[in-house]
């Protein structure tokens, strides 16, 4: 569980997140949705210890982020563009973080490594790869280590249609098994079958916090991306 209360973040004289309070429970994928400029990566960063939270708190199975670092080790995270040594294998890449993980053998998630096949690549540099097999790096990474909490920021950017079903069933995979799972996406229309809930952020703020069932029923649509563009079309009136 993470629980955000009264967070204010500023960069100067912008206001990235203003007086922010949200719940996000076990069990559920929560899509973190809004416009660009609307808190998300912010709030992200701040959950993940990137960013210093000063105004309000953050708190990661009920301990505040700014007492102990070591929450980080329940997340996964995902980044839409991963940054990785280049001169290195992907072999190479994971094993260091493995390393630094230290997470026994028998508690490891490998299923993601081989759905992609990425052990048939294994002596690729990573600066050789494409785009969509970094992301598969990455998803890899976020998952192996067996977290409660996973956060996925655009996941399926790059990522070819086979491997975006895989991740995907993945994802609900890990839900069903009681895991927070955060997602954020532009893509609206990968968010049907994924996500039961969603948080919609505009300028700092909660706009939206709700079931998919209930958004939609409200809405009356029949899809997550018909529910957003009517909030949409209702901020410009």
């Known amino acids: ?132 097999t970094t992301q598969k790096v990455s998803a890899v990474l976020a998952f192996m280590f067996n977290p409660k909490i996973i956060i996925l920021d655009e996941p399926t950017a790059g990522l070819d249609p086979l491997a975006s079903e895989i991740l995907k069933n993945k994802i609900i995979k890990e839900k069903n098994k009681g895991k927070l799972i955060i997602i954020t996406s532009h893509l609206l229309s990968e968010l049907d079958d994924m996500v039961s809930e969603i948080v919609f952020l505009n300028e700092g703020k909660v706009i939206i916090q709700q079931s998919v069932t209930d958004l939609m029923t409200e809405r009356k649509s029949e899809k997550i991306s018909e529910s957003i563009i009517s909030i949409l079309k209702e901020m410009k009136n």
């Not at 973190?32 to 912010?42: A, E, S």
């Not at 701040?46 to 990661?60: F, H, Q, R, T, Y």
């Not at 994971?94 to 002596?123: A, G, Q």
């Open 1 to 132: 569980m993470i629980e955000v209360k009264n967070l204010t973040k500023n960069f100067g004289k912008f206001k990235a997140l203003d007086d922010l309070n949200l719940c996000f429970t076990d069990g559920k994928a929560i899509a973190l949705i809004g416009p660009n400029g609307c808190g998300k990566t912010t709030l992200i960063k701040c959950i993940l210890g990137l960013n210093v939270v000063e105004d309000g708190d953050i708190l990661v199975e009920e301990k505040s982020v700014k007492d102990d670092y070591r929450y980080r080790n329940h997340i996964g995270y995902m980044p839409q563009i991963g940054r990785y040594p280049e001169n290195m294998t992907i072999q190479q890449t994971i094993k260091m973080i493995r390393d630094t993980r230290n997470v026994p053998e028998n508690l490891l998630d490998t299923e993601l490594l081989e759905s992609f096949e990425l052990e048939k690549i294994y002596l690729k540099k990573m600066g050789t790869l494409s785009g969509g």
